[in-house]
């Protein structure tokens, strides 16, 4: 397997999206290597490890590219892991190494409806979800976020429709979702379903979407993207058990 490549980018502009949802803007010459069209593809960025020659890593999402630079928005809070932090203190011009990227996860178009559901962590990829669908899709869009003012304004067709579900402790409540995936009428047709989420709600989310007779494996793509309390590394180990 081909080593991701790495590459050095530069801190462009911050913005505040909402109040719990910072994005940063990353840039510089290193984009130059950056493959286009990855809008949804996960990076990893890299940070260095006091006394350890093995750099800490964390994952996120491309939310937006353009053609010389991309969008990575941050959920941040208080207790906030190494990321998180360096994106609350990071400031134009500093640098930042960013490998990848990984493949994209995105719905299958020719299905007949769509279920979209996912946290705050996945709300950057919720959004080009929603973005690239077709303008005469339906389905529902299921977003947990921390309070009302992180919704956002999403591009998305006019006949899909959006449930936002606010969770002020996220992680400390995983059925969030659930409960309101389980109320919505089931359409007819072939659906596609995109699920991203803490592990314990995903775990819940997956266990009922296997009892759903008229919904294929191959029509389902659920992940866990984060885990309440522990580290990327020690969230990869749990969620590796559960598959």
Known sequence: MTRPTSRELTLLRKQQVTPNMLRLTLGGQGIASFPVDQE????????PNAGSAKP???????????????DIDFVVHEDGGPASTWAISAKTGDQIMVGGPGP?????????????????????????????????ARGYAVIEV??????????????????WLIN????KKDDVLLERVRLLPWLEGRPSVWCACELNSMRNLRDHFR???????????????W????????????KRALT
């Open 168 to 171: 002020p402790h996220p992680g």
């Open 40 to 47: 949804s593809a996960y990076v990893k960025l890299i940070f």
């Open 56 to 70: 800490v890593m964390r994952t996120y999402t491309v939310r937006t590219q353009r053609q010389d630079e991309i």
């Open 227 to 238: 885990k309440l309390g522990v580290s990327e590394e020690e969230h990869k180990v749990l």
């Open 146 to 163: 921390i309070s009302e003012e992180d919704i956002q304004d999403l591009e998305m067709p006019d006949n899909l429709e959006v449930h």
């Open 211 to 225: 009892t759903q007779s008229e919904l294929n494996k191959r029509d389902l793509y659920i992940s866990s993207y």
């Open 104 to 136: 994209k996860k995105l719905v299958d178009n020719n299905a007949d409806w769509f279920l979209i559901v996912g946290d705050m962590t996945a709300l950057p990829a919720i959004s080009v979800n929603l973005e690239q669908l077709p303008k005469d």
